[in-house]
């Protein structure tokens, strides 16, 4: 296939939600198709990440946006109606290269992750399909409610208008993909997509395996984009509910937070005794084989947790909320109780870390388990397989109409007179 894969961040190095899953996309894709990649750079340090991106796909199309300005450009959005965030990942010159690139080449599909890139197709006749990965709309309508006035009223508004923008792309799409059940459920809800299907995150087992580290040995470990609202959230949460208790239980106990831009509230977080906020590292893995155990306390969570997988594949017990989990584990599923601890309380949630800490035994049990459960359920390569032969599919359906059109209009009906 010839296809064109759109996506509103560049996907490489796959160190944080959204870029792991495009990144295997794109990775898998490449060495099996012919893939025109069109994205966008919104940090700097991403930049030296072109060369190596570059080579996994045929042509690739980046174009380099200022963050601040971006956001500066999404409020243009209240004014227009749009969604505030497809605002922000509007750029004129990846725009003019999409537009170009659909009229010269002739592709068998398009590729558009994340529902704020679908306008960026236009009136294009050809087969699309998207994949709204966590479906946005559900996120920022969560987002208020647990947001304070003005915000709240906000978060509300882009709930509303993503939901519309989404609608309107899924009804037209050959093809809609989510990446949980739970959010296939919560689309369905609000509109009627021509075909919606579940194609999970996995993991790259044999990168994320057990093994030692050469970093000091920790205790606890949160891993993440420490500038995603919901990282911010579950690790303040972490520090400040369920830490004071666990520092009681397990005195001198050292948290390790790990994860690129932390913000300033994150940032004072490393003022709390035994608590160390890294910023960027090259390398996650070093960190998670460090600890003795990784937390996962999100209350607000979309889809799949990767930092979840990763733990789990790297033989680290967790300790997570049922948010957390949600992506991952629907009722009745084969996760049972040895693969992580579910916990939503604070107390609670700090009594099982204790529990894990004091207990070298049972830590290396739940991780085995974790690991193993991990391998049979969350390898990549299945999944994509999944996603390739969905996206085969609608190429080929495409191609056999079009095939069927001509013929018909081939065959006159009647003799002329």
Known sequence: MRILYLCHRIPFPPDKGDKIRSYHQVEFLGRRHEVDLFTLIDDAADREHVGPLGALVRNLHVETVNAKIQRLRSLGGLVTGEPLSVRAFADRRLQAAVTDALQRESYDLALVFSSNMTPYLGDWDGPRAYDFVDVDSAKWTAYAETAKPPMNMLYAREGRRLRALEAAAAARAELTVVCADKEREELLAFCRPRRVETVPNGTDVEFFKPAESDLEPTDVVFTGAMDYRANVDAVTWFVEQCLPRLAELRPGVR????????????????????????????????????????????????????????????????????????????????????????????????????NLLGDAAERARRGAEGREWVVQHFDWESRLMQLESLLLDVASRRSRDAVEDDEGAGVPTEAPS
Do not use: Y
């Open 255 to 354: 948290v390790a937070v790990v994860g690129s831009n932390p913000t300033r509230d994150v940032q004072a977080l490393g003022n709390h005794p035994g608590v160390t906020v890294t910023g960027r590292v090259p390398d996650v893995r070093p960190w998670l084989r460090a600890a003795k155990v990784s937390v996962a306390p999100l209350r607000v969570a979309r889809g799949i947790q990767n930092k979840v997988l990763e733990a789990m594949a790297c033989g680290v017990p967790v300790v997570a909320t049922t948010a957390a989990l949600g992506g991952i584990v629907a009722p009745g599923s084969p996760l049972g109780p040895d693969a992580a601890v579910r916990v939503d309380e604070p107390s609670a949630f700090a009594d099982a870390v204790s």
